[in-house]
């Protein structure tokens, strides 16, 4: 159990035009979903939290106008990558908690900006 | 915050050999602490956790952990590895009532068959 999805798993942009990630759990309610950005051999940095129904609540230093974070269901949360340039270009991890600590990973979807 | 340290970034091992990976946080409270792998090409799956109790916590594929809250510590150790242990481990860290999860650099496990 506790599975979740990316989608697109890739993809490949022009620099200037966005681009949406999506995010599902497929058998649990995640009430929180939690966006990462994971660079070539670093770790996973938090991006932004967000609450079902809620505003997001981003990190220091991560753009609100410009990383769209919307968690409409309990099941869906969308990262939009607007006006994207090539220094955006990364692997981008989500994943949910349904009420407990521990949180389930997504698969990841790597972004390039071109 | 909470942060989390992982040393020795890069480790090289052989099939048999044991392994500990060491993880420190700094946090004043009350934490959860997890153990998250990422085997090449796939996502990052849960190993082990602990949030209370017996601080030795036991996980999938032989890995156990010990939290030492004197050390703020969380080591994660596995008394034989095998070549399908090469991956990724990261140790992470939040703080109880706050789900947001501070991630350690992460240790590179490469074992050779």
């Known amino acids: 159990g506790a599975v979740v999805s990316q989608h697109p798993s890739w993809v490949i942009c022009k620099s200037g035009t966005s681009v949406k990630i999506e995010c599902r759990s497929l058998?649990?309610?995640?009430?929180?979903m939690f966006w990462y950005r994971q660079f070539p051999k670093q770790s996973l940095m938090l991006m932004a939290t967000?609450?079902?129904?809620?505003?997001?609540?981003?990190e220091q230093g991560v753009e609100k106008d410009k990383f769209l974070i919307n968690h409409a269901s309990l099941t869906l949360s969308t990262l939009t990558v607007t006006s994207a340039h090539p220094e955006d270009s990364s692997f981008y991890i989500c994943?949910?908690?349904?009420?407990?600590?521990?949180?389930?990973f997504g698969p990841g979807t790597r972004l390039t900006v071109t | 915050a909470q942060s989390v340290s992982q040393h020795n970034h890069h480790v090289i091992l052989s099939e048999a050999a044991s392994l500990e990976l060491g993880c420190n946080y700094s946090?004043?409270?009350?934490?959860?602490l997890f153990w998250y792998v990422q085997y090449p090409g796939q996502h990052l799956q849960l190993l082990l956790k602990?949030?209370?109790?017996?601080?030795l916590v036991k996980g999938i594929k032989g890995f156990e952990a010990e939290f030492i809250k004197s050390k703020f510590s969380f080591n994660l150790r596995k008394p034989s590895v095998q070549w399908s242990d090469t991956a990724e481990y990261f140790c992470a860290v939040n703080a109880q009532g706050n789900n947001r999860l501070a991630f350690g650099k992460g240790n590179q496990v490469v074992v050779i068959p």
């Open positions: 967000s609450n079902e129904g809620s505003k997001a609540t981003y």
């Open positions: 058998d649990f309610q995640a009430t929180t």
């Open positions: 946090y004043g409270g009350t934490v959860n």
């Open positions: 994943s949910g908690s349904g009420g407990v600590p521990e949180q389930y």
């Open positions: 602990y949030f209370s109790g017996d601080p």
